[in-house]
């Protein structure tokens, strides 16, 4: 997708009341959005999806709801207390932060230089990268690529804000969000807002294995909200500080790890091209190497989807999180975090796949790969438009129901049908304006069929049945018009 493209999909986002910035009257809050109308049926509508393959779908998984709050103690066990940071540099000058190892050499020249590119077309208030962008970039990759052994290199890297030469050595920057459970401040009461919705799941574990009759191999999935205090945030929903994940934590027989982590790989792959309509091409796997896992795992593939800012960045992670969290929770809390496996009277702790995909930057890239324009418009009128070829399970509206006018009854008649069909599904119902800009308001939002109710459905009841992408208009009675929307 073209920047200018990328420009006119999230300016729509704002006007047609997908995404808002939050505490927008106040001018925002940085890494912080709200979801609009529009925006709260796409994700519940992904969300939806989401469920209903992975839990509703397999025999072998139940889902949970956990708090948000997360008491001091099962994130120390976890790691996250100690090293849930990353490595920060600040210009000395100026004050902005940026992530060091975001500009590290592994990701290439062209990588490390685009981003370097849009961190200074971004300080300097453009919404372009230009030319002066790129010079500044590439002479901070020539001095990055000779002297990055060097203890000092990061000092005489031009700060892509203010030109000056004076950045920081890495720090570690723990991004949780503390807090207290109760009104007095102490350090025996300290919680954090969770960063991640797996732990909710691991201190679980023995719950739901007590409670339910599933057997290893099984998995727990949620989906909800995390937190973490990016060090930069940035392009719309993709780095944020206020998350959503659906995140699974799928728990094996040691051995067999290895095998489920492939597996896990190809499930998510498939949700995301099958389900969510992703194009395949748009999408690619990354596998860690070895010396950038993180502490719990033993192998990590992320998903990665090419977003128009900066190429190919993950959508989604599928880790291998071995037996470590279990022991860790088994070993701070002193419960027996084991399974005993019947049929082989085994006792053993079982190793954990977590297939975790994050619900902001799934409907950015939806979006992305949705979006078209047509700048000479569709039907030869000239007319620029612009659709959303959103899979219609995920659009924000099933369906349009658009009276030809308002008088001779014709508004009566469609609300009378509009209550008909709704209730399971969201319809929009528009009178205003001619048809053709109606059906054009609703193939902005994505929103797959338009009924037309006109003189012809006052006498036999039939309506006239648009659909979005081909644009070809059948007529129709209510039931069959009922029966094609809920037969998706
Ligand atoms: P990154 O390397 O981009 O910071 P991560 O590896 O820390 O991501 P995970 O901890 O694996 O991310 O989190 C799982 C998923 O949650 C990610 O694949 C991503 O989709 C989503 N996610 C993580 N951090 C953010 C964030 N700050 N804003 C939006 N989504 C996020």
Known sequence: MAAQNLEILMSLAKRRGFIFPSADIYGGASGLFDMGPLGVELANNLKKLWWQTFIYGRRDMVGVDTAIITPSAVLKASGHVDSFSDPLIECANCRIRLRADHFEIGEGEAGWQARWAQECAKHAKRSEVSAKDREKAATAFAYFTENHQEATFWQAITCPACGERQFTEPRQFNMMFKTNLGAVESDTNVAYLRPETAQGIFVNFANVVDTSRLKVPFGIGQIGKAFRNEIT????????????????????????????????????????????????????????????????????????????????????????????????????????????????????????????????????????????????????????????????????????????????????????????????????????????????????????????????????????????????????????????????
């Open 233 to 488: 945030v940035g392009n719309s929903l993709f780095r944020v500080r206020e998350l959503e994940q659906a995140e699974i934590e799928f728990f094996v027989k040691p051995g067999e790890d290895e095998v489920w982590h492939e597996k896990w790989i190809d499930l998510l792959e498939d949700f995301c091209v099958n389900t969510l309509g992703l194009k395949k091409e748009n999408l690619r796997r990354y596998a860690h190497p070895k010396e950038k896992l993180s502490h719990y795992s033993k192998g990590t593939t992320d998903l990665e989807y090419n977003y128009p800012f900066g190429g190919y960045q993950e959508l989604a992670g599928i880790a291998n999180r071995t037996d470590y969290d279990l022991k860790q929770h088994q070993e701070h809390s002193k419960q027996d975090l084991s399974y005993f496996e019947e049929a082989t009277k085994e006792r053993f702790q079982p190793f954990t796949i977590e297939p975790s995909l994050g619900i902001g930057r799934a409907i950015l890239a939806v979006l992305v790969d949705a979006f078209q324009d047509y700048p000479e418009g569709r039907d030869g009128s000239g007319e620029a438009e612009t659709v959303l070829h959103l899979a219609p399970k995920l659009a924000p509206y099933r369906l349009a129901i658009l009276p030809l006018m308002k008088k001779d009854g014709l508004a009566e008649k469609a609300e009378e049908i509009w209550d008909q069909l709704a209730g399971d599904y969201n319809i929009a119902y528009d009178t205003s304006g001619s048809v053709g800009k109606r059906y054009r308001r609703q193939d902005e939002v994505g929103t797959p069929f338009c009924v037309t109710v006109d003189y012809q459905t006052l006498e036999d009841g039939t309506v006239t049945l648009r659909d979005r992408d081909s644009m070809e208009q059948v007529r129709l009675s209510v039931a069959a018009v009922r029966e094609k929307i809920t037969s998706l």
